[in-house]
């Protein structure tokens, strides 16, 4: 059991293999913005858990044929998809594993951006607290969340067994942000509708420059990016003062201009 700094009580530790939370865990790696696993609903689920043929995440690329056509409600039909859905599964990418993983204050946005910052599995397991609270919007508290879940040797053991099943994904070199990228050190709001790209596309133009982009408005934010229909943000950045840009005002800032 742990207890961060921030919680009065103490969490189980046991990540991917904890049999409390096993089958939570085992929904949530199969969904559809994580692996992905089309089929894989509760009830199959339950009858995994319950009569001891997942163990965890890893065992799913162990299961064959005859144990899932051996269970209540399953046709072969049924079970032939399955197993098509999971080895279709092993082929994802970096982002998508770690959001499956399921690591404690770690979504979708967040698994993106270590997948970005890290480029490699490895390097994010061997990446201590402080490094990691280089990534963009990661503090003190999912940084410690990422840094115990990969401390657990078996959690680690449970990744390489996947990995050792045909688990694979795109990696890529780690993301280096010169001190002298002509956005360093800038803080961005994105609001509204952009003509010509979107929020994600904006976002990363600014990240690959040196900015950083946040989601709410303050004193520290140094521009204001705004669309069409931009509401309350655009507000608060004129009531504070705070630059506001079109799409063709980032896109010159982007330049050096």
């Known amino acids: 059991m742990v207890r961060l700094p921030d919680e009065a009580v103490a969490r189980c530790s046991g990540g991917l293999i904890c049999a ?3 089958k939570q865990a085992l929904l949530h790696f199969a969904s559809r913005r994580a692996m992905d ?42 079970a032939q998809n399955i197993v098509q859905a ?17 690591i404690r204050n770690v979504g979708e946005a967040t698994a993106k951006e270590l997948a970005r910052h890290f480029g490699s599995l490895d390097r994010l397991m061997q990446a201590g607290e402080e490094a990691l609270q280089q990534v963009p919007d990661i503090g ?9 879940f990969f401390s657990e040797a078996h959690n680690r053991e449970v990744i390489e067994q996947m990995r050792a099943c045909g688990v694979h994904w795109p990696e890529s070199e780690p993301r280096v942000i010169a001190a002298a ?4 050190g800038k803080s961005f709001v994105l609001t509204g509708t952009l003509p010509a790209m979107s929020r994600e596309e904006a976002k990363e133009l600014i990240e690959a420059q040196g900015g950083k982009v946040t989601g709410s408005v303050s ?5 204001v990016v705004a669309g069409s ?10 009531e504070l003062g705070i630059a506001v840009l079109d799409e063709a005002g980032l896109l010159e800032l982007l330049k050096g201009n």
């Open 229 to 238: 229909e931009a509401g309350s943000k655009l507000a608060k950045a004129e």
């Open 219 to 223: 004193g520290k934010t140094d521009y």
């Open 181 to 184: 990228a002509p956005l360093a």
């Open 86 to 102: 999971i080895e279709r599964s092993k082929n994802t990418t970096l982002a998508r594993f770690i959001f499956a993983l399921g």
């Open 37 to 78: 696993v089309e089929g894989l609903g509760e009830k199959l689920v339950d009858q995994l858990v319950d009569q001891n043929i997942v163990g965890s995440a890893a065992d799913l690329y162990r299961l064959g044929l005859a144990a899932l056509a051996g269970l209540e409600r399953m046709a072969e039909k049924s």
């Open 140 to 148: 003190p508290v999912v940084a410690l969340s990422i840094a115990q």
């Open 20 to 22: 409390a939370q096993r």
